[in-house]
């Protein structure tokens, strides 16, 4: 049995079975990145709930595994040296994972660079762009009287869009096989919705990617970890 004790995040997020990895998040796009990478890797893992509360991502307990307070954030017991190793930021996460289970990140090393070339085009591009957007028009910023910020994010997510459907225009997925760029940028696109933004994008003339939302959403995997932890 794996010895968790050097962790105080289980201290407050206690493990029911301390040798499988930890995976302590929300469902948000970020969220289920992890969630979704550790069902489609078939990666025994057990879930904590961490809510988005300053109680939680901001406790000393959740400070010690990432100390820049956000989800998710993971505890492999089986590290690659032999010891536990926790982890946070959810690129840096399917990255480990993928290497871990040597799924989902091409199989030569040409595959991998542009798979992680495309996961950083979310990390650096997408999510920041279009979670700005959704601060801008669905949370506070949108009842400010000065527009020039939501329409900087609009504009600039629309350019994405525009990226992705283009690049999207002779393959089902965004470097040919299906991979952890996929699943770090498809929850993004799925946000959309949620802003209440899609028609502020044009998304419906973006025909490739909603086919390609469409896909990725269908996946048993993908299904099964939307709401992996369950939301209160």
């Given at each position: 049995?794996?010895?968790?004790?050097?962790?105080?995040?289980?201290?407050k997020w206690t493990p029911?079975?301390?040798?499988?990895?930890?995976?302590?998040?929300?469902?948000?796009?970020?969220?289920?990145?992890?969630?979704?990478?550790?069902?489609?890797?078939?990666?025994?893992?057990?879930?904590?709930?961490?809510?988005l509360s300053d109680t939680d991502v901001k406790s000393p307990e959740f400070l010690s595994l990432n100390p820049n307070n956000k989800i998710p954030a993971i505890i492999d017991p089986n590290g690659p040296d032999g010891t536990p190793v926790g982890?946070?930021?959810?690129?840096?996460?399917?990255i480990y994972l993928a290497e871990k289970s040597g799924?989902?990140?091409?199989?030569?090393a040409s595959d991998k660079a542009r798979t992680i070339q495309w996961l950083m085009f979310q990390m650096g591009g997408v999510g920041p762009m279009l979670g700005q957007m959704g601060f801008f028009v669905k949370f506070a910023g949108s009842e400010w009287e000065d527009k020039r910020p939501q329409e900087r994010y609009v504009n600039e997510s629309k350019r994405l869009l525009?990226?992705?459907?283009?690049?999207?225009?002779?393959?089902?997925?965004?470097?040919g096989q299906y991979s952890i760029a996929d699943i770090?940028?498809?929850?993004?696109?799925?946000?959309?919705?949620?802003?209440?933004?899609?028609?502020?994008?044009?998304?419906d003339d973006h025909k490739n990617l909603v086919a390609y939302l469409d896909r990725f959403m269908a996946r048993p995997a993908v299904d099964k970890a939307k709401n992996i932890p369950p939301r209160p």
């Amino acid at each position: 049995m794996a010895d968790l004790s050097a962790f105080p995040i289980t201290q407050k997020w206690t493990p029911k079975d301390p040798s499988v990895l930890q995976l302590f998040s929300f469902p948000t796009p970020n969220g289920v990145k992890a969630s979704i990478a550790l069902e489609e890797m078939e990666i025994p893992y057990e879930a904590h709930l961490v809510t988005l509360s300053d109680t939680d991502v901001k406790s000393p307990e959740f400070l010690s595994l990432n100390p820049n307070n956000k989800i998710p954030a993971i505890i492999d017991p089986n590290g690659p040296d032999g010891t536990p190793v926790g982890l946070f930021e959810s690129g840096a996460i399917l990255i480990y994972l993928a290497e871990k289970s040597g799924k989902l990140i091409g199989e030569t090393a040409s595959d991998k660079a542009r798979t992680i070339q495309w996961l950083m085009f979310q990390m650096g591009g997408v999510g920041p762009m279009l979670g700005q957007m959704g601060f801008f028009v669905k949370f506070a910023g949108s009842e400010w009287e000065d527009k020039r910020p939501q329409e900087r994010y609009v504009n600039e997510s629309k350019r994405l869009l525009s990226v992705l459907d283009k690049e999207l225009g002779d393959k089902d997925w965004v470097t040919g096989q299906y991979s952890i760029a996929d699943i770090a940028i498809a929850p993004w696109l799925n946000a959309l919705n949620f802003y209440g933004a899609r028609e502020m994008v044009g998304w419906d003339d973006h025909k490739n990617l909603v086919a390609y939302l469409d896909r990725f959403m269908a996946r048993p995997a993908v299904d099964k970890a939307k709401n992996i932890p369950p939301r209160p």
